[in-house]
């Protein structure tokens, strides 16, 4: 119980300096053109798929490993489906871009 609120806490303020660090940055820049916005939503779209990347890779990487010990011959397999849910921070970051590239 004790591990599970300490990673609570780590996750909670991963969060909470990712949607900060951008506004601390760009403070003024984002005051003079109002972008303020658009930097919480890159920190969002980054944080949210960065987490969800982070708990699909840790299930499927233990089921992968579950499975390797059992069949060893699934080993291709099974890191396809690891490196598929990695892609889901990756589809955060574009986002990020995306939306970075548009207030430019």
Do not use: C, D, N
């Amino acid at each position: 119980m004790k591990g599970k609120i300490l990673l609570l806490g780590f996750i909670f303020a991963i969060a909470l300096f990712t949607v900060t660090s951008p506004l601390l940055v760009h403070a003024q820049e984002a005051e003079a053109t109002g972008a303020g916005e658009a930097f919480i939503a890159m920190a969002i779209a980054t944080g949210i798929s960065s987490i969800a990347a982070a708990y699909a890779v840790a299930k499927t990487g233990v089921a992968a490993l579950a499975t390797i010990t059992e069949k060893p011959e699934l080993f291709g397999r099974t890191i396809l489906y690891v490196g598929l849910a990695e892609g889901i921070a990756i589809y955060g970051v574009l986002v990020a871009l995306l939306i970075w590239i548009t207030i430019g």
